[in-house]
């Protein structure tokens, strides 16, 4: 019977005094550190001179939001893990591009649409005894979530998100070990028949109606190129490579776009002499969480990776290493990105 569900070598940082600028000589020494780290290459003298002063204006941004944040956590320092309340920036491969760079070629493409329909009747809803959802959770020390994927120079966040999810309630629902990683690059390249764009943006929800009606193969099958291809019909069809099959049934309509997603556990029909156990299951079905219903979305991620947008463009969010980021620049209906929600819990210092 088919089983139905749905579903960062360090560069050094100078350390300057509180409101002290840094100096051009701190700033030469960290931007050759990251050029060696990054193996970033320049074409001309031009462009090089360009991207250091990129690089010097990121990297005072860090430095002056450690110091901001090192005044508001009384200077605690993080833990080990960096599971801590404190907020740490730090020095990342982006830090020699511009924000619209960063932006356009690192995000989601275009902005992510806010929902138009009332999501009343179809989000999904907390438990009424929220007193038996587990204190913590972590689906990545649950072998559920994977190594963090490099997005690159696509706009392909809908993607990337869709499939860990996606794995992720795979390896739950049927406890299967290792991960078995689902395929980014057939996402981009097969499902813009579904809504979605290739590497210049897409949606969520467009995915996991792609992925009903045209299941999913395994990533070594067909691996991410982070650009825009032809779809390779060949290898999607083929029963040995699919890690979803084709759903029977469809639970909401494509234009069912909720803030948050979860996947909705559902069975399905049965389905026997499938080419590969893989294909014994399928995706169902979704649910919308709605805004702020944090009882809610703890509840969905108790189950299992959830689906979230967020205004990524703030510097904060770009620079960030670890730690409770906390941030003013969220602008309301500015959602360029789309993350999975991989656990929760409290850290060290209290702070769920």
């Known amino acids: 019977m088919r089983k139905g569900f749905t579903v960062v070598v360090a560069i050094t940082i100078p350390l300057a005094s509180p409101g002290e600028a840094l100096s051009e000589q701190e700033i030469d020494e960290a931007f050759a550190d990251f050029i060696v780290r990054y193996q970033k290459e320049y074409h001309s003298e031009a462009e090089r001179n360009g991207r250091r002063g990129l690089f010097a204006e990121t990297l005072m941004d860090v430095v002056a939001a450690n110091e901001e944040h090192d005044e508001e956590s009384g200077g605690s320092p993080p833990t080990v893990s960096g599971i801590s309340s404190k907020y740490v920036a730090d020095i990342n491969a982006f830090a020699d591009l511009s924000a619209e760079e960063f932006t ?3 995000l989601c493409g275009a902005p ?3 929902p138009t329909i009332n999501l009343t009747n179809i989000s999904y809803r907390a438990p009424p005894n929220l007193s038996d959802l587990p204190e913590s959770v972590d689906w990545v ?3 559920a979530v994977g190594p963090v994927r490099n997005q690159l120079n696509c706009g392909c966040c809908y993607a990337i998100q869709a499939a860990t999810m996606a794995e992720g309630r795979f390896q739950i629902k049927t406890g299967i070990k290792p991960l078995i990683p689902f395929s980014v690059q057939q996402i981009v390249d097969c499902s813009k028949s579904a809504g979605n764009n290739g590497c210049e943006g897409g949606l969520v929800t467009h995915t996991w109606v792609y992925i009903q009606t045209q299941g999913i193969v ?3 099958a067909y691996p991410y190129t982070a650009k825009d291809g032809k779809c390779k019909d060949s290898v999607v069809t083929s029963p040995a490579n699919q890690c979803l099959a084709v759903s029977e049934q469809m639970l909401l309509p494509p234009q069912a776009i909720g803030h948050s997603i979860k ?6 029909q049965p389905r026997p002499g499938a080419a590969n156990p893989f294909q ?8 919308g969480i709605l805004p702020e219903d944090e009882p809610s979305l703890r509840a969905a991620v108790a189950e299992g990776p ?7 463009s703030s510097s904060r969010f770009r620079n960030y290493r670890f730690g409770v980021m906390t941030t003013k620049e969220c602008g309301e209906g500015n959602l360029n990105h789309a993350i999975t929600i991989i656990g929760y819990g409290k850290t060290p210092e209290g702070v769920t």
């Open 306 to 312: 959830v689906s979230v947008r967020v205004h990524a």
């Open 218 to 220: 395994k990533e070594s």
């Open 263 to 268: 996947s909705n556990l559902m069975r399905s």
């Open 141 to 143: 020390a649950a072998g």
């Open 112 to 114: 992510i649409s806010t």
């Open 104 to 106: 356009a070629g690192l």
């Open 280 to 287: 014994d299951h399928d995706v169902v079905g979704w649910r």
